[in-house]
């Protein structure tokens, strides 16, 4: 049994910053790449970032030099960290991993992911 449990989000003012976690039960998050995807309301799931089991790191492109992703080993955790937030970043954020070890490429396609956080609610506004 793997989860993937979520924490942080929230409500933010634009040009704020959070930080949302990813924690894994049942697994190790190093043996496994991790995506991070988003949801607003009337819109299409759109990829986030993506770190693999490697490190190679991908970013969407409405988030390029605004967000960061990263993995603690340690806390077996990937983090996602949100800087400069536009109201239009307002959405429910989920992280997801694949069943193995990669996504075999697809590394933005949600499809290819098999477990999913709970989803965190990200708010930007004044």
């Known amino acids: 049994q793997v989860d993937l449990i979520q924490s942080g989000g929230g409500l933010v003012q634009p040009g704020g910053s959070l930080r949302l976690s990813c924690a894994a039960s049942g697994r190790s998050m190093s043996d496994s790449s991790t995506g991070w995807f988003r949801q607003a309301p009337g819109k299409e799931r759109e990829f986030v970032a993506y770190?693999?089991?490697?490190?190679?790191?991908y970013y969407g492109d409405s988030v390029k030099g605004r967000f960061t992703i990263s993995r603690d080993d340690n806390k077996n955790t990937v983090f996602l960290q949100m800087d400069n937030l536009k109201p239009e970043d307002t959405a429910l954020y989920h992280c997801?991993?694949?069943?193995?070890?990669?996504?075999?490429?697809?590394?933005?396609?949600?499809?290819?992911?098999?477990?999913w956080g709970q989803g965190t609610q990200v708010t930007v506004s004044s």
């Open positions: 770190i693999s089991r490697g490190g190679s790191i």
């Open positions: 997801a991993a694949p069943l193995g070890m990669d996504t075999g490429g697809y590394w933005n396609n949600p499809h290819f992911y098999d477990y």
